[in-house]
């Protein structure tokens, strides 16, 4: 597309019809999606012209802000069909910060979420609602794609008078290097595990350079990281869950971004029944193999619940799901104490 024939609209309808940068953009301006499929939409006829729907000036502001490599494209574009505005309408701060903190989540945001809890139940609840999170914190949080993976962590479901032993890993996402789609996980963790510290203490941690970290806190190597945080899910003293962050950046987790997980936390916590939140004292982690290690038990899972549903039981396949994940729960942590007491 040469410069004189570039048009901001038909450049962003070119963006647009990719539906994850599509997202990205409108998280990126504050916006919501349909607004910008409004500006580049075929345009109604006034008095035998074409008229686009006006963007606010504020609108066109965050779109060049939010397309920095293009700049110099679009702001020609702009003021050729808005000639009321100047260049310095666009200016950019003599001493731009790297990186302005985030420190509220976007009002879009809470809206998708609360209209998913009210209206949605069950699994399509839980995973539409962290799919909304996950969407606009990591968006948030790196907004420059420096290298960010979210997870989600929950409490495995104990036995009729048991504590809850084990964690679970149940899915990621992140921007490059990690995948940018949802990534089904389903690994187990506990004591060893900065998540399960989190967990059984209701508080969060954050450690700035797992390299080099010689503390007490439990840590599993990091998946092509250098700093975590991990925050917990909870409710009136109990704890169904925690958000695990993981940076390529050292001490990427400042406190206004803690905060900013702390408040995603907050929002999570309708996605969850209440006989999903534990109170601290029946949370009893026991030591777990590294995921490397539970990949041979955890490639069997479906087959074991195959195999369970033929035996002719008058189960349901969630059924036979809770119980084989009890089973490999159980097989894992006995792993995990052989492997403790050979060393």
């Given amino acids: 597309m040469n410069r004189e024939a570039f048009s901001w609209r038909s450049f962003l309808a070119e963006i647009i019809s990719d539906p994850q940068e599509k997202q990205r953009l409108a998280n990126a301006m504050g916006i919501n999606p349909v607004t910008l499929t409004r500006w580049v939409r075929n345009p109604a006829r006034a ?93 948030q949080l790196d907004p420059e794609r420096l290298g960010l993976v979210g997870s989600l962590i929950v409490c495995t479901a104990p036995g009729s008078g048991q504590k809850v032993h084990s964690l679970r890993e149940l899915f990621r996402i992140g921007t490059r290097p990690w995948n940018t789609e949802r990534e089904e996980r389903n690994i187990y963790c506990g004591a060893e595990s900065l998540a399960g510290q989190a967990i059984s203490t209701s508080h969060h941690y954050v450690i700035e350079d797992a390299h080099a970290y010689t503390g007490w806190l439990p840590l599993r190597p990091l998946d092509r990281g250098s700093s975590i945080a991990v925050c917990p899910i909870q409710r009136t003293g109990k704890v169904a869950a925690c958000l695990s962050f993981i940076s390529t950046q050292k001490r990427f987790f400042t406190r206004d971004r803690v905060q900013l997980i702390q408040k995603y936390c907050h929002l999570a916590v309708g996605a969850f029944d209440e006989n999903q939140y534990f109170p601290l004292d029946q949370i009893e982690l026991k030591l777990l193999p590294p995921p490397e290690k539970q990949e041979p038990y955890l490639r069997l899972f479906n087959k074991r619940v195959q195999e369970l549903l033929l035996q002719g039981k008058a189960i349901t396949r969630m059924e036979a799901s809770f119980i084989v994940m009890r089973q490999l729960e159980e097989e894992l942590i006995q792993s995990a104490a052989l492997d403790e007491a050979v060393y």
């Avoid at 504020?58 to 069909?81: D, N, T």
């Avoid at 699994?123 to 962290?130: A, C, D, Q």
């Fill in 47 to 139: 008095s035998g012209k074409e008229k686009y729907p006006r963007p606010q000036i504020h609108s066109l502001q965050q779109l060049v802000a939010s397309l920095p490599e293009y700049r110099e494209k679009l702001i020609p574009s702009l003021l050729q069909e808005f000639p009321e505005l100047s260049r310095e309408d666009f200016q950019l701060p003599e001493t731009p910060p790297r990186f302005v903190e985030p420190l509220s989540i976007p009002v879009i945001c809470y809206e998708t979420v609360l209209q998913a809890i009210s209206l949605l139940a069950g699994e399509l609840r839980f995973i539409t609602v962290f799919d909304h999170i996950f969407n606009y914190a990591i968006q």
